[in-house]
């Protein structure tokens, strides 16, 4: 059974950072095919930053330069460290994966296993 843990929320002023971690467990989760979504009320749901077997992580343009994802498969940890943090980043974000190895790069609806979201709100 796959469990995927956010933790790392919180309130925050414009400017701070936070350090989003995501701890999974289960072994059909593809370590190489995960991501952190957001979505804040009345918006719809973005892919904020993604991690695939290709290369690098990729980024929304809306966080590029500001938050970075990283990967620790020995702890099965996937962490999103946010920085100069803005209004408009205040959202629910959710840790996703998807299971069985089936993308190079998974695209948007690929992802199968969603986290029960953590509450980030960023304060002008």
């Known amino acids: 059974q796959v469990q995927l843990m956010e933790s790392g929320g919180g309130s925050v002023q414009a400017g701070g950072s936070l350090r989003l971690s995501c701890v999974h467990s289960?072994?059909?989760?593809?370590?190489?095919?995960m991501a952190w979504f957001r979505q804040a009320p009345g918006k719809s749901r973005e892919r904020v930053a993604a991690i695939f077997r290709t290369g690098d992580p990729t980024y929304a343009d809306s966080v590029k330069g500001r938050f970075t994802l990283s990967k620790d498969d020995a702890e099965n940890t996937l962490t999103l460290q946010m920085s100069r943090l803005k209004p408009e980043d205040t959202a629910m974000y959710y840790c996703v994966a998807d299971s069985g190895g089936r993308y190079l790069q998974c695209p948007v609806s690929a992802y199968n296993y969603w986290g029960q979201g953590t509450q980030v709100t960023v304060s002008s």
């Open positions: 289960g072994s059909t989760v593809d370590t190489y095919c």
